[in-house]
């Protein structure tokens, strides 16, 4: 059958003609980002920094790719291995600890309390992302990377092997916990020194109120108890816990060799009364 010509009535009614200038044009349709595990942790990363770790969850991440939840269980089997994941991606932003050459050994101590430091900036640029390492062992690729070098530095100072273990792990929950502590003053508006003063002195003056013959010491040391800035009193906590770690350290020493100790705290009796 022979095509038949389109007669004018039968086209578009507003074929050919110009869009009324009132009337908004519609957008182009933005592309769909590719997705994939980077591109989910990624946008996880990027609510919790605008938002908080609350406000994440699977279906806004989702919504946020442009695609529906269920996909996302293509990559992670639950909203858990997606956090775990998550404080990697945040653990690969800290610099790994580079031990000192054997000419420079006594530095080990610098080196390790830079990089609490560097750890503790990369914890507080993302919120309280932090939470997510209270009582996990992260155990991921970068999580890895940064154990391994810390622990070369420790054992390389001559530290014995369990000193240099437990040592780590007592550093990493100081450095988790002023982490989420400074995250809860943020949640609370208490966002610089300046802003948590009012509450601090609120806390001193009741220090000072309470019953001297109850509580002699809170009533003399209430300007003690709540001066120092948070940066103070990080500097403090983690000069203590590396100063507390040089008592072990034995310079020159086969990392790994076992070394009796006067406190047997390595679990070898020291030999003492």
Request: aromatic share 6%.
């Amino acid at each position: 059958m022979p095509a038949r010509a389109v007669s004018e009535s039968s086209a578009p009614a507003g074929a050919g003609l110009p869009a009324p200038p009132w009337k908004a044009r519609r957008k182009a349709p933005a592309a769909r980002q590719p997705l994939s595990a980077e591109a989910v942790i990624e946008t996880a990363l990027r609510l919790v920094d605008k938002d908080g770790l609350d406000a994440l969850s699977m279906r806004r991440v989702a919504q946020e790719l442009g695609t529906g939840p269920a996909s996302l269980y293509a990559y992670f089997a639950n909203k858990e291995e997606l956090l775990e994941q998550l404080l990697d991606r945040v653990i690969g932003e800290i610099p790994p600890p580079v031990a000192p050459a054997p000419a420079r050994q006594g530095d080990w101590a610098a080196v390790v309390k830079r990089s609490c430091w560097d750890s503790r900036a990369v914890f507080l640029a993302h919120r309280d992302l932090v939470k997510v390492a209270r009582a996990n062992i992260p155990t991921g690729p970068n999580s890895l990377r940064y154990t391994e070098a810390m622990l070369a530095v420790l054992r390389g100072a001559g530290i014995p092997d369990r000193i240099a273990a437990w040592g780590m792990d007592q550093m990493s929950l100081v450095i988790v916990a002023d982490a989420v502590e400074s995250a809860i003053h943020v949640s609370h508006g208490r966002q610089t020194e300046a802003d948590a003063e009012p509450y601090l002195a609120q806390v001193r003056e009741y220090y000072g109120s309470l019953p001297a013959d109850r509580f002699p010491n809170l009533v003399a040391m209430a300007p003690a108890m709540t001066e120092g800035s948070g940066d103070e009193r990080f500097a403090f906590a983690i000069d203590l816990m590396v100063d507390g770690l040089a008592r072990f350290a034995r310079p020159g020493a086969t990392a790994g060799a076992p070394v009796v100790l006067e406190s047997g705290v390595d679990g070898v009796d020291g030999g003492g009364a």
